[in-house]
């Protein structure tokens, strides 16, 4: 299992959402923003538009697994930013995996 690595400051969200390329999809909207570390980073927002603790929850897990397959081919060191959408809530991490694929694909990230 790889192991994820993930933005935990707000200062680096923000970072990501103004300065970052912005990529949306109906399910999911991508920040992406090159950064200094030595690792590639993970940050997952749900809001409160999304529903419940449940369903923000499960927005978060699905999303993070989705994603897990990429993070170890990922070359390259960027800060992503994962955005849920209310159509994400009813989605399921196969299909979110596509998505994921075709949005880091179009942000021109080496896979």
């Known amino acids: 299992m790889t192991k994820l690595y993930t933005l935990k400051l707000n200062k680096d969200f923000k970072t990501a959402y ?8 109906p ?18 927002t749900t809001g409160k538009k999304i529903g419940g603790a449940v369903q923000r929850n499960r927005c978060r897990r699905i999303i993070r697994e ?3 397959p990429f993070a170890a081919r990922l070359q390259g060191h960027y800060d992503l930013v994962f955005v849920a959408r209310k159509a994400t809530v ?6 979110l995996h596509a998505v994921i694929g075709d949005m880091l694909k179009k942000a021109g990230l080496p896979l």
């Open 90 to 95: 009813e989605t399921t991490s196969t299909k």
């Open 27 to 44: 399910l999911l909207i991508l920040y992406v923003r090159k950064n200094r570390e030595k690792v590639s980073r993970i940050g997952i």
């Open 66 to 68: 989705a994603y897990r």
């Open 18 to 25: 103004y300065h970052g390329k912005t990529f949306v999809h």
